[in-house]
């Protein structure tokens, strides 16, 4: 009797559990079937109520469903996350702006900064500095174009045409930039009063080389207009070897290396005064003032298709006609001309073509 009271208390409790863990799966199954989150509070939702119509508005009309308006946050969709930042999309530039030259600068450093060639530099602002990156000084304003190419300023019986082909692009490319601003209805016959300044996308013209002219013993009288260290008889003399010594007791680059065509030469610190020297045997044909900006000037022809110029000179120690040797003293270092500081500008003229120093200097 008392095992048969045990057995059937056991079974009692054994369906109370069951009913109990049926009761918990219905309500869990329910509570995912409604979408509910924990913590949230239903919101039932709510008809918007729909005028009715009369028959004649009826006719050839769809009666549709209540629209029901459900602003509970517990819907299954996916919801946009809220940003408080407006990402305004980059243009590029299309006008000239420009810069102020910081101490420092090089015509190659703002170039960089503005992801330009550094002919851009020199061709948005001849009138300032005339192609000659030398000219670069602190404090001084300067164009920034939007692109490469050039900025030019019309004359008076300019044609699109003439100013195309003299920087070597389509006319369209000029009259098409958006940065010139011409009115498109009237492409063909654009008026432009002279005096207006064109950016011109993608043009080219050649950089003007101040440097001295490729000058010989046989004919030195041909630098007559360089300025009053021209030479004027023809001289023999002493011939190159072919090798050149280092013409300076620095070796430290202040400021320009070899860049042509807009720096045909390299540019030698040091203190004012320290001695120059004949990359190697030659006559000198040219020795005194410059007036293209290399302030006094020693030139040398070796006699073998090679010359070498020594620029921005404090002091001159050699004269027209002289034969020096190798390593002989011909001047002294300095910042004469239109120069940014004590330098020795270097250059080295083969058959005519400037050439790298670096490729032949021991």
């Given at each position: 009797m008392k095992i048969f009271r045990r057995i059937t208390v056991i079974l009692v409790n054994l369906v109370a559990v069951a009913l109990v863990a049926l009761a918990a799966f219905l309500g869990w199954s329910h509570y995912q079937s409604t979408g509910s989150a924990f913590g949230q509070v239903q919101v039932?939702?709510?008809?918007?109520?729909?005028?009715?119509?009369?028959?004649a508005q009826a006719q050839g009309q769809v009666d549709l469903p209540d629209l029901i308006q459900n602003p509970s946050p517990g819907t299954n969709g996916i919801t946009r996350a809220a940003s408080m930042d407006t990402n305004i999309p980059t243009r590029s530039r299309v006008d000239v702006i420009t810069?102020?030259?910081?101490?420092?600068?090089?015509?190659?450093?703002?170039?960089?900064?503005?992801?330009?060639?550094?002919?851009?530099?020199?061709?948005g602002n001849f009138d300032v500095l005339e192609d000659n990156p030398h000219v670069l000084k602190t404090g001084q304003e300067i164009n920034i174009l939007p692109t490469n190419g050039i900025y030019y300023q019309w004359e008076e019986g300019d044609s699109i045409t003439a100013v195309a082909e003299e920087f070597r692009v389509e006319p369209e490319a000029?009259?098409?930039?958006?940065?010139?601003?011409?009115?498109?209805?009237?492409?063909?016959?654009?008026?432009?009063?002279?005096?207006?300044?064109?950016?011109?996308?993608?043009?080219?013209?050649?950089?003007k080389d101040w440097g001295p002219p490729a000058i010989t013993r046989?004919?030195?009288?041909?630098?007559?207009?360089?300025?009053?260290?021209?030479?004027?008889?023809v001289y023999e003399g002493a011939l190159g070897t072919g090798s050149f010594i280092w013409p300076t007791v620095s070796r430290q680059i202040s400021g320009y290396t070899y860049n042509p065509p807009i720096h045909p030469a390299i540019d030698i610190g040091g203190a004012v005064g320290n001695a120059i020297f004949a990359a190697d045997s030659g006559v000198v044909v040219y020795a005194g003032w410059s007036e293209y900006g290399f302030g006094y000037l020693v030139v040398i022809d070796h006699?073998?298709?090679?010359?070498?110029?020594?620029?921005?000179?404090?002091?001159?120690?050699?004269?027209?006609?002289?034969?020096?040797?190798?390593?002989?003293?011909?001047?002294?270092?300095?910042?004469?001309?239109?120069?940014?500081?004590?330098?020795?500008?270097?250059?080295?003229?083969?058959?005519?073509s400037k050439v790298n120093p670096f490729n032949f200097l021991q």
């Open positions: 039932s939702p709510t008809p918007i109520p729909v005028t009715p119509t009369t028959d810069y102020n030259v910081q101490q420092g600068d090089s015509i190659f450093s703002i170039a960089d900064q503005f992801s330009l060639k550094p002919e851009t530099i020199l061709w000029i009259l098409e930039y958006p940065g010139n601003r011409f009115d498109l209805t009237e492409i063909d016959n654009p008026d432009i009063e002279p005096g207006t300044w064109l950016i011109i996308p993608g043009g080219w013209r050649p950089i046989q004919n030195p009288a041909s630098a007559a207009y360089y300025g009053s260290g021209h030479c004027g008889s006699g073998n298709g090679w010359q070498s110029a020594y620029a921005h000179l404090s002091s001159v120690a050699v004269s027209c006609g002289q034969s020096v040797a190798r390593g002989t003293t011909i001047g002294g270092l300095g910042s004469t001309g239109r120069s940014s500081g004590p330098h020795l500008h270097f250059e080295l003229v083969y058959n005519g």
